[in-house]
């Protein structure tokens, strides 16, 4: 059966606001799109959230580029990758899919077409994290390193400077679903590195038929699996959420187990029938889910 109370559920603590503004849509009976577009738009604009949107931490060149996508009910979607001098790089995404006949749209070009939609160029690095990525090219080599990532996110585990793409899932009083996912990335990546979050089927995956997906973490980590993907297939076959976000966690272990142990990945789910559940490598992932019923922070479950 499907569920038709409105429910929407995003990654970590700041979910909680996101979800408030998506819950304004669903509320009044509004489509699941809508409120995902609506909800995820509030981290990413927030200057104190340095990793999602304005405020955003920019990579080694000092650039803040945003990663973003978004699914609909009918298998539509949209992406931009590296997006630079635009908030809201979620309704860029949401235009890449309406109003274009193409998914997905990178850099220069994808901020071509924002522009031409009317969407103002704006500065992103707030003086904060200038000053934050000053600070770090006192002590980092300008140069790529092998798993500077990991490095940064293993020593901020769950940290705010590294853990928070929101990702966030929709159904709406039809018993439609829908996705969107949003990020400025890794902070101090390569330019031009894109992680997993725009990529659909990697980063989130809507099938409404099943339900979908979302992750967090090191993006390289889940591209390989085609996570989100990975986990609306394995609810197809009939895990409930959590099963099946602890199994795409534990095929990412398998890959390689010691890098596995070093890093995070979080996953995050709900099925048709309003059913949700996460599953995370290491310990202190949250997320934040609201409905009719319940507005509540929870702990998702981890192998570490
Ligand atoms: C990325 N998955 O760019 C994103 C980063 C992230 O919490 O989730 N941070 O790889």
């Known amino acids: 059966t499907v569920n038709k109370e409105p429910i929407v559920i995003s990654t970590w603590n700041f979910g909680k606001e996101a979800n408030s503004a998506a819950w304004e849509v669903l509320a009044k009976k509004g489509r699941a799109l809508d409120a995902v577009e609506a909800g995820v738009k509030v981290p990413e604009a927030d200057p104190n959230n340095q990793s999602v949107g304005y405020g955003g931490l920019p990579d080694r060149d000092g650039r803040v580029t945003l990663d973003a996508c978004i699914m609909d009910e009918k298998y539509g979607c949209g992406s931009v990758m590296c997006l630079e001098h635009v908030t809201h790089a979620i309704s860029v995404a949401r235009l890449v899919m309406e109003k274009t006949p193409h998914v997905v749209l990178a850099g220069d070009g994808a901020l071509q077409f924002a522009l031409e939609q009317g969407f103002k160029k704006e500065n992103l690095l707030t003086p904060e994290s200038e000053q934050k990525w000053k600070e770090w090219l006192k002590t980092s080599k300008y140069e790529p390193q092998v798993n500077v990532e990991n490095q940064l996110y293993?020593?901020?585990?769950?940290?705010?400077?590294?853990?928070?793409?929101?990702?966030?899932?929709?159904?709406?009083?039809?018993?439609?679903?829908?996705?969107?996912?949003?990020?400025?990335?890794?902070?101090?990546?390569?330019?031009?590195?894109?992680?997993?979050?725009?990529?659909?089927?990697?980063?989130?995956?809507?099938?409404?038929?099943?339900?979908?997906?979302?992750?967090?973490?090191?993006?390289?980590?889940?591209?390989?699996?085609?996570?989100?993907?990975?986990?609306?297939?394995?609810?197809?076959?009939?895990?409930?959420?959590?099963?099946?976000?602890?199994?795409?966690?534990?095929?990412?272990?398998?890959?390689?187990?010691?890098?596995?142990?070093?890093?995070?990945?979080?996953?995050?789910?709900?099925?048709?029938?309003?059913?949700?559940?996460?599953?995370?490598?290491?310990?202190?992932?949250?997320?934040?889910?609201?409905?009719?019923?319940?507005?509540?922070?929870?702990?998702?479950?981890?192998?570490?």
């Open 154 to 304: 293993h020593t901020m585990p769950g940290g705010k400077d590294n853990h928070d793409t929101i990702g966030m899932i929709a159904q709406d009083a039809s018993g439609n679903m829908s996705g969107a996912c949003t990020t400025s990335g890794m902070a101090y990546k390569m330019h031009g590195r894109v992680g997993d979050s725009p990529i659909i089927g990697a980063g989130l995956y809507v099938d409404n038929e099943v339900g979908a997906a979302t992750s967090t973490g090191v993006g390289e980590e889940v591209i390989r699996i085609v996570g989100s993907h990975l986990v609306v297939e394995l609810m197809r076959q009939g895990l409930k959420p959590e099963a099946a976000c602890k199994a795409a966690v534990e095929r990412i272990i398998s890959r390689n187990p010691e890098q596995a142990k070093k890093v995070q990945v979080g996953f995050l789910a709900m099925n048709k029938k309003g059913e949700y559940g996460a599953y995370a490598l290491q310990s202190g992932f949250t997320y934040a889910v609201r409905s009719g019923k319940e507005e509540k922070i929870y702990d998702a479950k981890s192998i570490y």
